[in-house]
């Protein structure tokens, strides 16, 4: 069955970084596409980040653009999500997903990991 396993996350100062990793398998991972989502507390889940099946092609929301990147390793079963130049308002728990369909700049998907939370604060 398909898994996605968060790791990663943590306590950050501001202007910090972490590395969040997701492993999946149950499937053939480099023919989809992944995403990272977030949510904060009483807010909506919302997308973070997307990549491509071969890791050419990425998109990332405006608030986070310039400070995050999306990566994967298709030997290795694994997408990251590199953060940098943390702020509060980036504390949330991260969701690893596996995309079914991106319709313009959505990224839809179908299967989720449990999150890993990133709390930003001095």
């Known amino acids: 069955q398909v898994q996605l396993v968060e790791s990663g996350g943590g306590l950050v100062q501001p202007g910090g970084s972490l590395r969040l990793s997701c492993a999946a398998s149950g499937f053939t991972f480099s023919s989809y596409y992944m995403s990272w989502f977030r949510q904060a507390p009483g807010k909506e889940r919302e997308f973070v980040a997307g990549i491509n099946r071969s890791g050419g092609f990425t998109r990332y929301a405006d608030s986070v653009k310039g400070r995050f990147t999306i990566s994967r390793d298709n030997a290795k079963n694994t997408v990251y999500l590199q953060t940098s130049s943390l702020k509060p308002e980036d504390t949330a728990v991260y969701y690893c997903?596996?995309?079914?369909?991106?319709?313009?700049?959505?990224?839809?998907?179908?299967?989720w990991g449990q999150g890993t939370q990133v709390t930003v604060s001095s």
């Open positions: 997903g596996r995309t079914a369909t991106v319709t313009g700049l959505m990224f839809e998907n179908d299967y």
